[in-house]
């Protein structure tokens, strides 16, 4: 399997519980429906330590696919703004994303077993 990694901040002036309610309510059920090479989708949302400086990001989003085939197939969609799913996700992130400030990378994963 193939592994993609997210780092997403969320907008100036957007809280963390409205930035949480529109990743789930809205952003991630268009991703289940338009991007249909998924195997697992995974959001993790950091919580700050006591005494500690917020989190560098919002959300850590996995996603887990086939094949790089499946990866590239998503990115090609996402990447492409000028699509009609390009454009569902791209006005989509506007609303809650900082988009400057979220970042993707393409993960070899290595896992002990305990």
């Known amino acids: 399997m193939i592994k993609t990694i997210s780092?997403?901040?969320?907008?100036p002036g957007l809280s963390r519980e409205d930035f949480i309610r529109h990743y789930e309510e809205h952003h991630a059920p268009l991703a289940l429906k338009h991007l249909p090479t998924f195997r697992k989708y995974v959001r993790n949302y950091?919580?700050?330590?006591?005494?500690?400086?917020?989190?560098?990001?919002d959300c850590m989003t996995e996603f887990?696919?086939?094949d790089i085939e499946g990866a590239l197939?998503?990115?090609?969609?996402?990447?492409?703004?000028?699509?009609?799913?390009?454009?569902?996700?791209?006005?989509?992130?506007e609303r809650?994303?900082?988009?400057?400030?979220?970042?993707?990378?393409?993960?070899?994963?290595?896992?002990?077993?305990?």
């Open 46 to 57: 950091p919580v700050a330590m006591p005494g500690a400086d917020e989190p560098e990001f």
């Open 7 to 11: 780092f997403m901040k969320r907008k």
């Open 73 to 93: 197939k998503v990115q090609e969609i996402l990447g492409d703004y000028k699509t009609e799913v390009g454009r569902i996700f791209l006005e989509d992130e």
């Open 64 to 66: 887990w696919f086939d």
């Open 96 to 114: 809650f994303l900082d988009r400057s400030r979220s970042r993707s990378f393409l993960i070899d994963e290595r896992a002990s077993q305990i």
